[in-house]
């Protein structure tokens, strides 16, 4: 991914850094199952690497432009990006360690969903089951932002009959 | 051409596995991975591939404007009015043991239809959103 | 790999460099570059990155995908999950909005280059070619 991601960065064919962003797209999927985290990996696949490059795609097709070369060299921005990574890097020192169940992550209000998920709902999909009944709120608050993004396309990109005003 | 009638058969031959597909994520979803969101994206994949090969027009035969707008709305309006169905049977806002006299299957009904609410806005979404890039792309080029 | 609070190993925190590595170059990526649309493409990956932080704190060793089943007794944490799974949502409207802006912007200016609309911008009296003008 790492090999990806660097090329994207270089590349200035802008078609070349669509597929590769697909293609990183499903690499991102394929570590995501190693995580065990088998919705989001479906959900990265079919959305990041489907629906993501088909817009892409689209955008780049009315767009219609390759990159030009960079005026200056980048060190300024490199140095900016150093120094943020290496200020993550040192937060990061404080965190858990991989696959620590001691960590707070598992320890607050997971267990009760693991446990009473049982009872309360009988959904065997546990992440299903805490997305449309334990937090049924966030998911409503994120459909609404999706259609809002559909309204907002549609506010962007409408056409009338006669001239090309939106 | 023969290019086009190769692209046009294994098209034709996957379309209904593709939807079939969108279909079991959809309702599966409480068993397996899954559930409303990549139902929704992968039933928008399935006509928007229908749309690629078989050209814009044939696709908006099959799923009009009208349609796909509706949907966008409908599916908010469905998870609202499961909230609001909590509400008039004397529970919290978007209250799923109230919906049914035993609980646990008024989760069940509960998040149903929440789920299809969800996958219904997102496909009218990612459909209606393919639909304005390609059309703005014609227009361009008259 | 230790269990306490003060010792530390690299192989435990390799997930978290890799995040951060990828974070980085999405960073870079934004600020770097100058085209619009390659910027789309950095933002993207710095979400993707921020999905791998999440997610690799919830994964035990041993556990699996959280599907409740009587042959398992150790689960991955399911709230990450749960979380990110609206992330990608949000990220893809995002997407979605940011590229529709950056095909009227190329309407608007003829270009998508950072450099090139700042100096369109900065000519006096330009008008933006908006079509009720014309």
Redesign the interface.
């Known amino acids: 991914m790492a090999v990806t991601v660097v090329v994207m960065a270089r590349s200035r064919n802008l078609f070349g850094v669509v597929v590769l962003g697909g293609l990183y797209s499903f690499l991102m999927a394929t570590v995501l199952v190693a995580m065990d985290a088998?919705?989001v990996?479906?959900?990265e696949a079919?959305?990041g690497a489907?629906?993501s490059t088909?817009?892409f795609l689209?955008?780049l097709?009315?767009c219609r432009s390759e990159e030009t070369r960079p005026v200056r060299k980048p060190w300024l921005p490199l140095a900016v990006s150093m120094t943020v990574g290496v200020v993550l890097v040192y937060g990061t020192l404080g965190l858990p360690e991989f696959s620590d169940p001691q960590a707070p992550i598992h320890t607050h209000v997971v267990p009760r969903y693991l446990n009473e998920i049982k009872?309360?709902?009988?959904?065997?999909?546990v992440?299903?089951?805490v997305?449309?009944?334990y937090r049924?709120?966030d998911?409503?608050g994120e459909?609404?932002v999706?259609?809002t993004?559909?309204?907002g396309?549609?506010a962007l990109?409408?056409?009338r009959r006669k001239d090309?005003a939106s | 051409m023969r290019h086009d009638l190769v692209l046009r058969v294994i098209a034709k031959l996957l379309i209904p596995f593709i939807l079939l597909f969108a279909l079991y994520?959809q309702f599966h979803?409480?068993?397996?991975?899954?559930?409303?969101?990549?139902a929704g994206?992968?039933l928008?994949?399935a006509v928007?591939f229908y749309g690629l090969i078989f050209g814009l027009a044939e696709a908006r035969k099959l799923v009009p404007e009208p349609l796909v707008?509706s949907m966008?709305?409908i599916?908010?309006l469905i998870?609202?009015g499961v909230?609001v169905a909590g509400l008039l049977l004397g529970g919290h806002y978007?209250d799923?043991f109230v919906l049914d006299p035993n609980?646990?299957l008024g989760?069940?009904r509960?998040?149903f239809w929440?789920?299809v609410?969800?996958a219904t806005?997102?496909s009218?979404?990612?459909l209606?959103?393919?639909y304005?890039?390609?059309?703005?792309?014609k227009?361009?080029e008259e | 790999m230790s269990g306490t609070t003060t010792a530390m190993t690299w192989g435990g925190h390799f997930t978290y460099f890799v995040t951060v590595f990828l974070m980085i170059a999405g960073l870079f990526i934004v600020i770097a570059r100058g085209n619009l649309i390659k910027k789309l493409v950095g933002l993207g990956i710095f979400q993707t990155s921020v999905y791998l932080l999440y997610i690799a704190p919830g994964k035990l060793v041993g556990g699996t995908?959280p599907?409740l089943s009587d042959a398992f007794t150790v689960y991955s944490n399911p709230l990450p999950h749960v979380l990110i799974?609206t992330a990608?949502?949000v990220g893809v409207?995002t997407l979605?909005l940011g590229?529709?802006l950056v095909?009227r912007i190329r309407e608007a200016y003829g270009c998508i280059e950072e450099d090139e609309i700042l100096e369109l911008d900065a000519q006096p009296g330009r008008p933006q070619r908006e079509p009720q003008e014309q």
């Not at chain 1, 009872?119 to 999909?125: A, C, G, L, S, Y």
């Not at chain 2, 979803?29 to 990549?38: M, N, R, Y």
């Not at chain 2, 304005?132 to 792309?137: E, H, K, N, S, V």
């Open positions: 088998v919705d990996a479906m959900t079919s959305v489907g629906i088909v817009l689209g955008a097709y009315l009872q309360e709902v009988d959904v065997p999909n992440v299903t089951a997305l449309a009944s049924g709120y998911t409503l459909t609404t999706v259609f993004a559909g309204a396309v549609i990109l409408r056409r090309r | 994520v979803g409480d068993f397996g991975p899954g559930g409303g969101f990549q994206v992968i928008a994949a928007i707008e966008m709305a599916g908010v998870y609202g909230g978007l799923y609980s646990v989760q069940h509960g998040i929440v789920e609410g969800v806005t997102v009218g979404v990612m209606k959103i393919f304005m890039f390609a059309d703005r792309g227009v361009d | 995908a599907i799974l990608i949502v409207a979605a590229l529709a095909v």
